[in-house]
């Protein structure tokens, strides 16, 4: 049984003990002040007839006296008048009309009236009237009946209307809030509701409101530290990636940088001996070649780890896009790929030109391992003030967006999500380490590398690197 119901039950219990207890009690009065009425009639009666009795016994004799009190006996009003001698114990008595009330075996009360009639010669008669009551209670419990009846129905009235104004005032509105209440539980902290009606229930809904709206801020800052702490634990997990490089990279180069050079130097004189055959100086090409090899993969390892500052000097965006595309030409060409500057922008601003091209160059040497034969690379500059740049990157008035984008197989999700870390790579002769180290260029400016590829749509490397708002002069 909810509230409602549980006030209109109360309520209308209440009013009903209410109304049948002022209806008894004025029906018990009714009825006592009827007695009394009765009783005050019936003494009246008996004083008048007791002065003419006297009165016509003294002038007429008894039989006059007793023949005018028995015509005086109507059954039609209900009093029944007698006379009669007295008993013993009554002769000679003093008694003055006296009242009472009988009630009979039945049940049936009546109320009486007595006098003592004086006459000559000290003779007396005894006059008695009585009147039933039972028509006066008849009528009380026939009126108390229907007042019940009356009560019921007005009260079932009252109750039933109680119930319908407590479900509209109260039992809707505690509907609404515990639905509103049971959204925020369910972690729909952005749903509100409003009352029209004021109200308590109007003042506890904009309290839970703005609960509600406490809590999402609280949810939304916990949310952003925690993705803060995550892109902090992944610095930490970056950082001793490195650290674990930069040894495994210096142990590395001490000990076989040496030896690769004193292997280099003998396969190149094996290669230039004049007595060497044509099948040992294939097979010392193949040496030098997988030394060089060697040697540029500790040379990457060690580029990797080596925390370099940026050296930031004025740098021609188109020019550097340019010769980048340049020096990769021939690779292109022998793989069959065409790159396409899309766009560019005319403008000098401050980076790192070396590391820069570095990043240009790792970018469209894998944009063209990664294409097909007769397939398009994409490069190209533009300013971007529109952008809105991720946890620990620079914010800035506007960027500057170096796109590289090729038409080859693309990368699934999972590959997507593991494209910066070290020695993880998609092609048999890569080393791993070409994205980790151009994506530590961005960082190393400021910025950030937003990539975007997915499975036979070629791949998409947009770098942005953050400026101020003087930055940027005319090439």
């Not at 009585?130 to 109750?159: D, K, N, V």
């Not at 029209?196 to 904009?206: D, G, K, M, Q």
């Not at 030896?259 to 040496?287: E, F, R």
């Not at 400021?446 to 101020?468: H, K, Q, T, V, Y």
Request: glycine fraction near 8%; charged fraction near 25%; proline fraction near 4%.
């Amino acid at each position: 049984m909810n509230t409602t119901s549980k006030l209109t039950l109360a309520f209308t219990l209440l009013f009903a003990l209410l109304l049948l207890s002022l209806s008894a009690w004025q029906l018990q009065r009714y009825l006592a002040l009827q007695e009394r009425e009765t009783d005050e009639q019936l003494t009246v009666l008996a004083r008048a007839l007791e002065s003419a009795g006297e009165e016509l016994w003294r002038l007429d004799g008894e039989s006059a006296a007793r023949a005018y009190i028995e015509r005086r006996d109507d059954a039609r009003a209900r009093t029944r008048i007698t006379v009669e001698r007295p008993s013993a114990e009554l002769i000679g008595a003093p008694l003055d009309v006296e009242t009472a009330r009988l009630v009979d075996e039945d049940g049936r009360a009546t109320l009486q009236a007595r006098a003592l009639l004086d006459g000559p010669e000290g003779s007396q008669l005894l006059l008695q009237l009585t009147r039933s009551i039972e028509p006066e209670r008849a009528y009380t419990r026939e009126a108390l009946a229907q007042q019940l009846a009356l009560t019921l129905l007005f009260t079932g009235a009252a109750g039933l209307l109680t119930w319908l104004i407590g479900r509209r005032v109260i039992g809707a509105p505690l509907d609404q809030l515990v639905a509103h209440a049971r959204s925020i539980g369910a972690g729909r902290l952005s749903s509100r509701l409003s009352l029209r009606r004021r109200s308590e229930f109007s003042v506890l809904a904009h309290e839970m409101n703005l609960m509600a709206e406490a809590l999402r801020r609280a949810d939304a800052e916990a949310s952003s530290e925690a993705e803060k702490r995550m892109e902090l634990l992944d610095q930490l997990r970056h950082a001793d990636r490195l650290s674990s490089i930069g040894k495994l990279a210096a142990a590395v180069a001490h000990e076989l940088g040496t030896p690769l050079n004193v292997v280099s130097g003998h396969a190149t004189m094996i290669k230039m001996d004049a007595d060497a055959s044509p099948a040992v100086a294939t097979h010392a090409d193949a040496i030098v070649d997988r030394v060089r090899h060697m040697t540029r993969l500790i040379k990457q390892m060690m580029s990797f780890a080596r925390h370099r500052g940026v050296k930031r000097g004025l740098v021609s965006v188109d020019a550097t896009l340019r010769e980048a595309v340049s020096f990769v030409s021939l690779l292109a060409k022998r793989h069959g790929v065409a790159i396409v500057i899309e766009e560019s922008v005319d403008e000098r601003v401050p980076l790192d030109e070396q590391r820069v091209m570095q990043m240009l160059t790792n970018l469209i040497v894998n944009a063209i391992h990664a294409s097909p034969e007769g397939g398009s690379i994409y490069v190209g500059a533009r300013r971007c003030d529109d952008v809105k740049p991720p946890g620990g990157a620079t914010k800035a008035p506007w960027y500057l967006r170096l796109r590289v984008r090729d038409e080859g197989g693309g990368m699934t999700p999972e590959q997507l999500e593991h494209a910066f870390e070290p020695f993880f790579t998609t092609k048999g002769e890569g080393t791993g380490l070409g994205l980790p180290i151009c994506h530590g260029i961005v960082e190393d400016h400021g910025g950030w590398i937003a990539p975007r590829s997915a499975p036979g749509e070629g791949a998409c490397f947009d770098c942005f690197f953050p400026l101020s708002e003087g930055d940027g002069e005319a090439a």
